[in-house]
């Protein structure tokens, strides 16, 4: 079993123009010390307290780099020094002997991996040799087609993105790690997307931008310090000679695992097919919590097994995942990202990854709230709703009384009436005017019950210590109270008394946390919003009951969320900082069972990407 | 993985939410950005009169795109008037 262990090292590149040298450190103040205009600098991590390389010896010695290797794999009798980096490159090899480098390239070349060996002599590179295990390929038409060219301001922006395609295509396959699969999908979609007569000019253009974003930044995060090593610097400063490409495939790992596991589970199928299914003989949002009929797995037992009556989806679009200093955690339709920070920091409270569950809520949630407030070619009949909330047996279809159930939760939000007059025309303004607190309050809910198994402990905790991470959020925290005691509520819909017993149990939880995170600032300030406000909490709470039942008992599929817990296995033998057999399939239920520090801990983290990168086993 | 379906749903929402163009021109304490479409839009010869930098961008005008019938190259169609 290999082992993190004796810290962190860092070797800088410096070049003159005409030589290169590499020296190694122990400390980060002396490796910047000494930065110029062309030096570049990778952290590396030994395994079993392997010492820094010494580079300025005047017998030859060979730096190798191997990637990628789950660690867990790498069996090497000769005694090389061992470290990881964040880079594709993960595995770096100091070897002195001629048998530790036959014996490190026969294993790379057994492992079918990219290598990269630079022969050194006090300190000089005397010889850059690499290997890439695939051959160039010519893209395939998916990649290569022209985008229709409909608009003339789209120009400039449509050929980014051409040229950004093939590139990435290309980068993929000098890197030894090809993503025929994935980067066809994407642009295959997204052309077709494009050409959907629905979409308006601006919301291709939008496409196309936030594509062009995305998938630039993911290249050169994803093949930064791919060989040539010297040719491929990374824009992260103190990456800037390995890169994060580990990093990155790691976030993709998580992203690609749950698009695994929302495209099995058809959310969206299943509610569409409620078109098709007759309605109930009651208002949904007139059945109480306490009734028979939410016992059961609605989405499940309401539709029959979609395979019989709908055909899969034949077009996906793979989201683009990166890291981002300004974005953070953050969804688009094409995009998830989460904060540079993570990559040294994610083993820590305040940056862990769990939080990319919230941006992978929020994809499933738009599509949901997309099906039922904007249907397909036309806005949503208000005039046909109205009457159905007025004459609950004009409803034709189970469908209908779900959009009536989510309508009347958004005319809820913000109306103190228990009834009222309302026109078509009222019901778009309603409509418009809480679509986003709808979405928030929802992905909230929804990430609660199916990310986090609706533990209400675990759940805060995320939440309020990665929040301490974001400046200048005071003006928001009553909103994030409100939308905290909406997700832990879904657990108390049948009790008595359940808002009083959910605002209180908030309460106790955030005390708890300010006691273990003395310095995080929102905490206390979400204290004193309890305390002070706790009437117009309450009404904040009961406004938005409708929508919290609306997300428990129609969008929550305890089946589906128990496929997603289930999907994983042997998750109780990992060892933090150990890399052993057997490989998870599951990256969310490792991140849920992750130990979190209270501070950042490089090493720590580095073996949490190590595994998400490397360690996932996928379908 | 949104499928086609359910990415075009996910559009419509935006549409209840405002849509956000993303990478236009935009200013914090310590920097400031335009589109990227500025700059390669100068590089490729085009007409940037849709896309100068000022700093509040209003909504563009959409012209069909005129298709030189012998090379197939697409160019932009002369404006009237100012952006100014």
Request: with cysteine.
């Amino acid at each position: 079993m290999l082992r993190l262990a004796g810290g962190t090292h860092f070797i800088v590149l410096r070049s003159d123009g005409v030589d290169r040298r590499i020296f190694s450190y122990k400390r980060f103040d002396d490796a910047i010390s000494g930065l110029e205009g062309r030096s570049r600098l990778s952290p590396i991590f030994p395994i079993d307290n392997a010492p820094p390389p010494a580079f300025s010896s005047d017998s030859k010695s060979h730096l190798i780099f191997i990637g990628s290797i789950y660690p867990g794999d790498i069996l090497l009798q000769t005694g090389p020094n061992i470290y990881l980096s964040l880079g594709s490159l993960n595995l770096v090899l100091f070897c002195t002997t001629e048998e530790q480098v036959d014996e490190a390239l026969a294993f790379a070349e057994k492992s079918n991996a990219a290598w990269e060996m630079w022969s050194i002599s006090a300190g000089k590179i005397l010889d850059v040799q690499f290997h890439t295990p695939t051959p160039p390929q010519k893209a395939p038409p998916e990649i290569t087609k022209q985008f229709s060219r409909t608009h003339t301001v789209f120009l400039p922006t449509i050929r980014e993105l051409e040229a950004l395609l093939i590139s990435t295509y290309a980068s993929s396959y000098a890197a030894g790690t090809p993503q025929d699969e994935s980067l066809s999908a994407f642009s295959s979609t997204l052309r077709s997307s494009m050409d959907d007569p629905s979409l308006t000019a601006l919301e291709q253009l939008q496409l196309l931008t936030l594509s062009n974003v995305s998938l630039s930044r993911h290249v050169w995060q994803t093949y930064s310090g791919t060989s040539p090593i010297i040719e491929h610097p990374c824009h992260f400063s103190t990456h800037s000679l390995l890169g994060v490409g580990t990093a990155s495939r790691g976030l993709e790992n998580i992203v690609r695992f749950s698009e695994q596991v929302y495209t099995a589970s058809r959310l969206v199928d299943r509610i569409q097919h409620l078109r098709h299914v007759a309605p109930h003989s009651k208002p949904l949002y007139s059945i109480s919590s306490m009734d028979s009929y939410w016992q059961r797995d609605f989405l499940h037992d309401v539709t029959p097994p979609l395979e019989d009556v709908v055909e899969l989806p034949a077009k996906h679009l793979p989201q683009i995942s990166y890291f981002s200093g300004r974005d953070g955690f953050r969804s688009t339709n094409v995009s998830i990202t989460a904060p540079s920070e993570t990559i040294a920091a994610c083993s820590s409270s305040s940056w862990t990854l769990q939080t990319v569950t919230h941006e992978l809520s929020h994809t499933q949630v738009r599509a949901i709230l997309g099906l039922l407030l904007y249907p397909p070619h036309q806005v949503i009949d208000t005039t046909h709703i109205l009457s159905v909330m007025e004459k609950p047996s004009l409803a034709k279809t189970l469908f209908e009384q779900v959009q009536v159930f989510l309508v009347h939760a958004l005319w809820n939000l913000n109306s103190k009436a228990t009834s009222e007059f309302l026109t078509p025309k009222d019901l778009d303004a309603t409509i418009l005017q809480n679509a986003e607190e709808a979405n928030e309050t929802i992905t909230h809910i929804f990430d609660f019950m199916y990310h986090y198994n609706s533990d209400e402990e675990r759940y805060v905790r995320s939440l309020w210590t990665t929040w301490a991470t974001i400046p200048h959020i005071e003006d928001r925290i009553p909103s994030y109270v409100a939308r905290t005691l909406c997700a832990i509520h879904t657990n108390n819909l049948r009790r008595q008394n359940s808002y009083v017993v959910t605002i209180d149990s908030l309460i106790a939880m955030l005390t708890s946390i300010k006691e273990e995170f003395k310095n995080s600032p929102y905490v206390e300030a979400a204290l004193e919003h309890l305390a002070g406000s706790r009437e117009w909490l309450l009404i904040a709470l009961k406004s938005r009951s409708l929508l919290i039942r609306f997300a428990r008992h129609i969008l929550f599929s305890p089946r589906i969320s128990a496929e997603i817990l289930r999907a994983g296995s042997g998750i109780e033998e990992f060892k933090p900082e150990v890399f052993a057999e057997p490989k998870m399939r599951n990256p969310l239920l490792f991140l849920n069972n992750c130990p979190l520090d209270k501070a950042p801990n490089a090493i720590r983290s580095v073996w949490i990407w190590h595994y998400l990168a490397y360690g996932v086993q996928l379908k | 993985m949104p499928s086609q379906f359910e990415l075009l749903c996910a559009i419509r929402f935006d549409r209840l939410t405002g849509l956000r163009p993303y990478g236009h021109f935009d200013h914090d304490a310590t920097c400031m950005t335009g589109p990227k479409h500025v700059h390669s839009d100068a590089l490729l010869g085009g007409n940037s009169q849709d896309l100068c930098p000022v700093e509040h961008s209003h909504a563009m005008p959409f012209e069909e795109a005129f298709e030189d019938p012998w090379t197939g190259e697409i160019s932009y169609r002369p404006r009237s008037g100012s952006n100014g």
